[in-house]
């Protein structure tokens, strides 16, 4: 329970950052570049270096890579939706696309059958991220002042896109986070520094070759990106320990590590950078609410 507890807040101190960072002036490219740097570092220090390497030729390194190269679109993406939407906007279309992964561990494990309170949740995700999108119309809080036309035309377009990429990408941690593919702290490290690296790379690579990507050096965006990259770390490596330390099938340890990350990311919004919801969003919430609990409850 409590690497569970810890997965919440590191994650919720995580889309704190991103609200943050518009207030001291941290440039969001060059800081998530910046923390996959430090992420990549940190992992790799942590498992060892030669254990590591030892586990270049596991399945699970190739999976890493995949989700490694979606890592630097995702994470900046979800920055942008916590800047101009909000926390608790991200932490719904981030939160709720736990249904992709629920769905496959439902369907291929024959001990978690499918249920109606589980296909009732599924279908009230969708509307939850729909409403928990809109933005508000109460005050400049909401952070859509300058979003400019198209954003609304669309407003569901970019928490769709964090919606559907969080889905698969925790897809990938779920499924190669079993005593199967890691049974210790340093496999669990060596499996987050795969992607980190990757995402890295990539980001390295934009820098040298685009000129339009060249980086915007600050004392603030540098700092910003190494918070960023260490609590990046504890995230994953928190919901990965859950994942083995909970006496829970995986189809219920992520709901109930969402349920915690939306309320708390969404109470941290209206405290802390005072948030002010509308209507359509409180409906959102309390959709995604009763979706998570029905998928708790039935376990």
């Known amino acids: 329970?409590?690497?569970?507890?810890?997965?919440?807040?590191?994650?919720?101190?995580?889309?704190?950052?991103?609200?943050?960072?518009?207030?001291?002036?941290?440039?969001?490219?060059?800081?998530?570049?910046?923390?996959?740097?430090?992420?990549?570092?940190?992992?790799?220090?942590?498992?060892?270096?030669?254990?590591?390497?030892?586990?270049?030729?596991?399945?699970?390194?190739?999976?890493?890579?995949?989700?490694?190269?979606?890592?630097?679109?995702?994470?900046?993406?979800?920055?942008?939706?916590?800047?101009?939407?909000?926390?608790?906007?991200?932490?719904?279309?981030?939160?709720?696309?736990?249904?992709?992964?629920?769905?496959?561990?439902?369907?291929?494990?024959?001990?978690?059958?499918?249920?109606?309170?589980?296909?009732?949740?599924?279908?009230?995700?969708?509307?939850?991220?729909?409403?928990?999108?809109?933005?508000?119309?109460?005050?400049?809080?909401?952070?859509?002042?300058?979003?400019?036309?198209?954003?609304?035309?669309?407003?569901?377009?970019?928490?769709?896109?964090?919606?559907?990429g969080s889905g698969i990408i925790d897809l990938g941690f779920g499924w190669f986070s079993t005593a199967e593919h890691m049974t210790c702290d340093a496999d669990r490290f060596t499996f987050s520094a795969v992607p980190y690296t990757v995402a890295a790379f990539i980001g390295m690579g934009r820098w040298m070759t685009r000129e339009e990507s060249k980086p915007q050096w600050g004392k603030s965006t540098i700092i910003g990106g190494i918070v960023l990259g260490i609590i990046n770390v504890g995230s994953l490596f928190f919901l990965l320990l859950a994942y083995q330390s909970m006496p829970f099938p995986r189809s219920a340890i992520v709901p109930a590590n969402n349920l915690g990350i939306v309320l708390a990311t969404a109470l941290a919004g209206i405290i802390l950078f005072r948030e002010r919801p509308g209507s359509r969003n409180i409906v959102g919430w309390a959709f995604a609410i009763t979706a998570l609990m029905l998928l708790l409850l039935t376990d």
């Open 1 to 164: 329970m409590i690497a569970l507890l810890l997965s919440v807040v590191v994650s919720t101190l995580l889309f704190s950052c991103f609200r943050l960072f518009p207030r001291f002036g941290v440039q969001l490219e060059e800081a998530v570049v910046i923390n996959y740097i430090v992420a990549s570092s940190l992992s790799i220090g942590l498992a060892g270096p030669v254990h590591a390497w030892g586990r270049l030729l596991e399945p699970s390194t190739a999976a890493g890579v995949v989700m490694g190269l979606a890592f630097l679109y995702m994470f900046k993406k979800m920055g942008e939706c916590t800047q101009q939407l909000g926390m608790g906007v991200t932490a719904i279309a981030t939160k709720m696309s736990m249904v992709l992964p629920m769905s496959v561990f439902i369907l291929l494990d024959p001990a978690d059958p499918i249920t109606w309170q589980k296909a009732t949740a599924v279908v009230l995700a969708f509307p939850a991220v729909w409403l928990a999108s809109t933005p508000s119309s109460k005050g400049p809080s909401a952070g859509t002042a300058d979003l400019g036309e198209s954003y609304h035309i669309r407003p569901w377009v970019l928490p769709a896109i964090v919606f559907f």
